[in-house]
C-alpha cells in the first residue's frame, strides 16, 4: 500500500496535476472542488462565524487565495493592477504593483495568483505577465506580452489566471502573431510560442491535463479551444467553438475553463451558447463530440462535477439565471431551477457552495441530481458592486470577496 501511494504521488507530480506547493485559480486542478474535510454540515442563522474583514484590497473580480498561512489577493488600485500580502490575522504584509490595470468597460482586476515554490505568477489588465517573491514581494521580473507578442484582447480584456508547469508560465495572446505563449518561470524569457490560429483572446483560464504521455494545455481563443503541447508549443488538435455561438449576444466570449474528467472535455461559456462534451481519443491527439445541451450555457460562474453529474448557473441574460445540474454522461438537464440569481459555485466535503451575483447570497446546497436543496443561507452585505468573486476554501476557511472588501468565515467547528 506504501509503495502505491507514492507511486501515485509521484506520477501526479510529475503531470503538474497537483504538488503540495501550488495554488492557483479554483483550486485542485482547477476544478472549483477543494480537498477540505470534515468541515460544517450545517451553518448558524446567520451564517458561519466571521474571523476577518479586510476593506481596500483594491478593487476587483478574482479570488483570493491561502498559501502558507498567507492571505494573497489581487485588486486594481487607480490605474495599476496590485497583489497583497496578509497574515491570516489581517496584518499586511506588503503591496506590489505588477502591471497596468485594464482601462475600459470593466477594468476591475480578474486576475487571481498562481502560486509555487514561493513565487507568484500573473497578468495583468494589459497584458503584462509578472513573477512576484511571495515572501518579500519583490517584483522578480514583469514582460509586457501584449504588445512584445501582439496580442488581441476581445471587448472586455484579460481575465486569465496564468497556469504553470514545471518550467514555464502559459498565456494565451490571441492574435495573428501566436496564440499561445510559454515564458521561463524564472526570468520572463520565451521558451515557445504556437503558430497563430487567428482571432483575439477568450477569457477563460487554461488547465494542463495529461494523456498517453501527452501533457497539454487546453486553451481557449474567442474561436478555438487548442489543446497545446507543453513541451513545445506545438498544436495537437484544435476544436471550433465559434461555430456554437449562435445567439445575439457574446460571439467569441469563451468564459470558464475546461473542466476534465474520465477522459472528457467539458465546454460552457453562456450566452445562450450550448454546452458542449467532447471525448478524448486514447492518444491524446484529437477530440469528438459527444453531447451537446442548450439549457446549460454557464456565464461566469465555473461548473462542478461531483460523481456523474455537473452542477452550476446557466445564462438567462446579463442580469438573470437559473442553476442546473446535468448528467456528465448523456448530458440530459436532471433539474433547472431559480435560485435569486446565476452565480458562482465551488465545493468541498461533498457539499456546493453557490453565491448569487446579483444581492450576495451564499449558499450551502446539496448534491442532489434531483433538486436544488439549500441546506442553509446567508447573504453577503460588505463591499460593492457584482458578487463575480468565486469563492475559495482553505483550511477550513471560506474566503470571500465582494468589490474592495474581503471576509474569512470559519467552516469548522
Same mark, same amino acid.
Given at each position: ?49 466571521? +474571523? ?30 496590485? $497583489? ?40 495583468? %489588465? ?24 501582439? %496580442? ?16 514555464? $508560465? ?12 510559454? +515564458?521561463? =518561470? ?36 474567442? =474561436? ?8 513545445? %508549443? ?26 476534465? &474528467? ?26 469528438? +463530440? ?64 453557490? &453565491? ?8 450551502? $446546497? ?30 477550513? =476557511?471560506? +474566503? ?14
Amino acid at each position: 500500500m506504501r509503495i502505491l501511494i507514492i507511486l501515485l504521488l509521484t506520477f501526479l507530480i510529475s503531470g503538474n496535476v497537483f504538488t503540495q506547493d501550488l495554488v492557483e485559480w479554483r483550486g485542485f486542478n482547477r476544478t472549483g472542488s477543494y480537498p477540505d474535510q470534515n468541515l460544517l454540515k450545517t451553518w448558524p442563522e446567520k451564517g458561519p462565524q466571521l +474571523l476577518l474583514e479586510l476593506t481596500a484590497v483594491g478593487n476587483g473580480y478574482s479570488s483570493p487565495i491561502v498559501y502558507k498561512n498567507t492571505l494573497y489577493v489581487t485588486g486594481r488600485k487607480d490605474t495599476l493592477d496590485v $497583489v497583497s500580502a496578509y497574515e491570516m490575522n489581517g496584518n499586511k504584509k506588503w503591496e506590489t504593483s505588477y502591471g497596468r490595470a485594464w482601462a475600459r468597460t470593466y477594468p476591475e482586476t480578474r486576475c487571481t495568483p498562481t502560486i509555487e515554490n514561493n513565487r507568484i505568477y500573473l497578468v495583468s %489588465g494589459m497584458g503584462q505577465v509578472g513573477c512576484v517573491d511571495a515572501v518579500s514581494g519583490k517584483l522578480i521580473w514583469t514582460v509586457d506580452a501584449n504588445i512584445d507578442y501582439k %496580442g488581441e484582447s476581445h471587448k472586455w480584456g484579460i481575465a486569465e489566471s496564468v497556469a504553470i508547469s514545471d518550467k514555464a $508560465v502559459f498565456y494565451v495572446t490571441g492574435g495573428e502573431e501566436t496564440s499561445v505563449i510559454a +515564458l521561463d =518561470k524564472t526570468n520572463g524569457k520565451l521558451i515557445w510560442k504556437t503558430k497563430s490560429l487567428g482571432g483575439t483572446r477568450a477569457y477563460a483560464s487554461s488547465v494542463i491535463i495529461e494523456k498517453a504521455g501527452l501533457r497539454l494545455l487546453l486553451a481557449q481563443t474567442a =474561436k478555438d479551444l487548442i489543446a497545446v503541447n507543453i513541451e513545445n %508549443g506545438k498544436v495537437i488538435w484544435t476544436f471550433n467553438l465559434i461555430q456554437y455561438h449562435i445567439g445575439k449576444s457574446g460571439t467569441g466570449a469563451n468564459t470558464n475553463t475546461p473542466l476534465y &474528467y474520465n477522459n472528457e472535455i467539458f465546454i460552457t461559456s453562456g450566452y445562450d451558447h450550448p454546452s458542449i462534451m467532447l471525448s478524448l481519443a486514447t492518444d491524446g491527439r484529437s477530440v469528438s +463530440l459527444k453531447w451537446t445541451n442548450e439549457d446549460f450555457d454557464n456565464h461566469i460562474g465555473g461548473v462542478v462535477q461531483v460523481g456523474d453529474c455537473i452542477f452550476g448557473s446557466n445564462w438567462v441574460g446579463n442580469s438573470g439565471g437559473n442553476w442546473m445540474c446535468v448528467d456528465w454522461n448523456s448530458g440530459k438537464t436532471m433539474y433547472e431551477t431559480k435560485w435569486f440569481n446565476k452565480g458562482s459555485i465551488i465545493s468541498a466535503d461533498g457539499l456546493l457552495y453557490c &453565491y448569487e451575483e446579483k444581492t450576495g447570497n451564499l449558499a450551502m $446546497v446539496k448534491p442532489n441530481p434531483e433538486k436544488f436543496e439549500v441546506i442553509n443561507s446567508f447573504k453577503i452585505d460588505k463591499g460593492e458592486g457584482p458578487h463575480w468573486s468565486h469563492p475559495t476554501i482553505y483550511d477550513g =476557511k471560506l +474566503l470571500v470577496r465582494h468589490g474592495e472588501s474581503l471576509m474569512v468565515y470559519n467552516l469548522k467547528n
